[in-house]
C-alpha cells in the first residue's frame, strides 16, 4: 500500500516541477522572447494586399505623359545602378550611349568595383531638365580595389551623377560623373 502511495506521490512532484519548469522556461526563453516580438512587430507592418491595392488605386490615365515619363526616367538611373552593383557591367554598359571605346574604358573602371550597395537615386537641378535631358544624383556605397581607388573611386561612400539622355524613345545613361 505504501508504495504505489509513494509512486504517486513523486509522479505529482514531477509532474508539478515540470509543469513549473515549462513556464518559467517560456518566460526566459530568448527564441520565445524573439518570435513574439517579431509577430508583434509584423502586426504593425502594412499588409500586402493593402499596399497592392493602393498602388492600383492610383489613376494613371490622369496622369500627364510627362509624369509617366519621370517615372521611367529615374527607373533607367536605377536599372543603371544596380546592374553596378550587381557586377553585370555589360548590361549597365547597354544602358549608356557611349561608342566602343568609351564602354571599354567604362568596363575596366566599374571592374575596380568590388562590391557597391545603392543608398539612394533622386533627380536634381530640375529646373535645367528638358524633354530629352534629365540629371539624377545617386548615394553609393562602395568597396574598391586599389586600382579603383585610382579611377575615382573610394571605399565607402560615394556620390555620382548620372545624365540621361533621351535617344528616340529611349533613356539612356550619358554621363556617368562624380561631380556635378
Known amino acids: 500500500m505504501r508504495a ?55 489613376d494613371w490615365t490622369k496622369m500627364s505623359l510627362g509624369e509617366i515619363e519621370s517615372a521611367s526616367e529615374i527607373l533607367t538611373a536605377v536599372e543603371f545602378c544596380t546592374y553596378l552593383a550587381d557586377s553585370e557591367f555589360d548590361a549597365a554598359l547597354e544602358l549608356m550611349d557611349a561608342d566602343a571605346t568609351t564602354k571599354q574604358a567604362w568596363k575596366t573602371n566599374f571592374s575596380t568595383l568590388e562590391k557597391l550597395k545603392i543608398e539612394s537615386v533622386g533627380p536634381v537641378r530640375i529646373a535645367e531638365w528638358t524633354d530629352s535631358r534629365q540629371i539624377f544624383k545617386v548615394h553609393l556605397t562602395a568597396t574598391v580595389s586599389p586600382e579603383g581607388e585610382e579611377l575615382g573611386w573610394m571605399n565607402g561612400e560615394n556620390e555620382r551623377w548620372i545624365s540621361l539622355q533621351k535617344n528616340g524613345d529611349r533613356w539612356q545613361v550619358h554621363e556617368f560623373a562624380y561631380n556635378p
Open 4 to 58: 504505489p502511495f509513494f509512486i504517486s506521490m513523486i509522479m505529482l512532484c514531477l509532474i508539478s516541477m515540470s509543469a513549473c519548469t515549462t513556464e518559467t522556461e517560456e518566460k526566459t526563453d530568448p527564441t520565445a522572447q524573439v518570435t513574439e516580438a517579431v509577430e508583434q512587430a509584423a502586426d504593425t507592418l502594412p499588409k500586402a494586399e493593402d499596399i497592392v491595392n493602393e498602388t492600383s488605386s492610383v
